[in-house]
């Protein structure tokens, strides 16, 4: 390793542990081809370990690179070309795992219709996307999705873009800051032509984030033109967007009507069915190994941002690698423990005592209440078992919350808990799914 990234690389070797230099830098290749002096590329043999150093060592491998060069570079861990699952379509294109100042023009090689698991949630717009794949700039034109944070949109989204790209087609994906950043480029060096070139000229054309054009007019305006020229073309477009094309403010009422031309859909947040088998998937790509109790865990405590989960399987991955242990349910807690507190603090019986009486059709004081009616009894007995295990309150203290005798009182009802949720698979995907509904919107 003589080239420069080699070079940085042997001055990380000395500031840092052995074991993290030799279980993960050591597996680091530079890119000397097509890393720029502001740019530096580093190819690692998987997602995992590309994330756990882009997470732990970019600021540090950027800082050596400065005191070498003088200029301070964008450190990009991607995934090594070829090096991903099976059924990925070779892409000849490297992949940032987390290139943050990257311009986005390029595609993920692993968001494919393969690994997209679809459930309810999201099969509408999972059904639209095949579609538009398959016949692109012909069934929906364009394909505006819209959802919450982490569900899958970009994935679907660059999943129709590695099926065109597959084919030869020239495909763009771009951000709203992106598109702008070289419109006004472009414009300055009055090469607008070739601005328009590139963006009109393309088979397929993807805005990840829309609603960032809010109150953006110059470029609304821009935009505007070249959705038009491309439609007229019969070249597809595919927006995402957080909210329906109404919903966003400061949009000209022409690109609103314009984004419901073509077809609309949803991506709702996962059911936890889905959120295990996106967890497994995952782990398939990722070669972790989990193990069912583990899979179902960790399903329940993170939120409905997907994202999460490769930041979870890194760490417990990263952690079973060094301490060189299996990663069992007892691992996994421990490991997790600290980022369930982060966000258990801010839950409280009383939002608990909301979601459940809404969900569940009870009222709050009948909760409270000693009636022995089975509905009742019920969604008090989930209450207290959620409060318990999302709130730090104590025994004791929900007791008094619930007006029972004494803290026997909620341990016998936790055992109880405790039985059913063993006995009755329903009861317990119900307690699930509360839970995760309770940790969702307390962490918005
Ligand atoms: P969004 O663009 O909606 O914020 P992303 O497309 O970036 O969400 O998805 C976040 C992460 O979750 C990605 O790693 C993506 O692959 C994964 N993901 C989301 N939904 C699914 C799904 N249905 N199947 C497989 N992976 C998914
Ligand atoms: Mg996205």
Sequence with gaps: MNNIGGMVLQMLKNEISEVDY??????????????????????????????WIQTKYSNKISHLFEIKTGVKPTVTVCVKKGNLSSNTPNIPVATPVQGEKLPHTLLNPSYTFQNFVVGGSNNFAYVASKSVSEKPGIVYNPLFIYGGVGLGKTHLMQAVGNVMAAQGKVVIYTSVEQFLNDFSRHLSNR?????????????????????FLSGKNQIQEEFFHTFEALRNENKQIIITSDKHPKKIAGLEE?????????????????????????????????????DKEVINYVATIIENNTR?????????????????????IQFARNVLKEQIAEKRSNITIDTIMEIVSKELNVKASEIRSKSRNSNIV???????????????????????????????????TMKKIQELMKNDEDFKIKVDELSNKVSTLTTD
């Design 191 to 211: 090469t607008m032509d070739r601005f328009k070139d590139k963006y009109r000229k393309c088979d397929l054309l993807l805005i990840d984030d829309i609603q």
């Design 254 to 290: 022409r690109l609103k009507s314009r984004f419901e031309w073509g077809l609309v859909a949803d991506i709702q947040p996962p059911e936890l069915e889905t959120k295990i088998e996106i967890i497994k998937k995952k782990c398939e790509i990722n070669r972790v190994k989990l």
């Design 22 to 51: 030799k279980r993960y830098i050591k597996q680091l290749q530079y890119d000397e081809e097509e890393s720029k002096s502001n740019l530096a590329i580093f190819h690692a043999p998987n997602p995992l370990i590309a994330n």
């Design 378 to 412: 019920y969604a008090r007995r989930i209450a207290i078992y959620l409060s318990r295990n999302l709130t730090p309150n104590s025994m004791p203290q929900l007791a008094q919350y619930f007006g029972m005798k004494d803290h026997t009182a909620v341990s016998h």
């Design 308 to 328: 999460e989960i490769e930041g979870i399987l890194s760490k417990l991955n990263a952690y079973s690698q060094l301490m060189g242990v299996d990663i069992n």
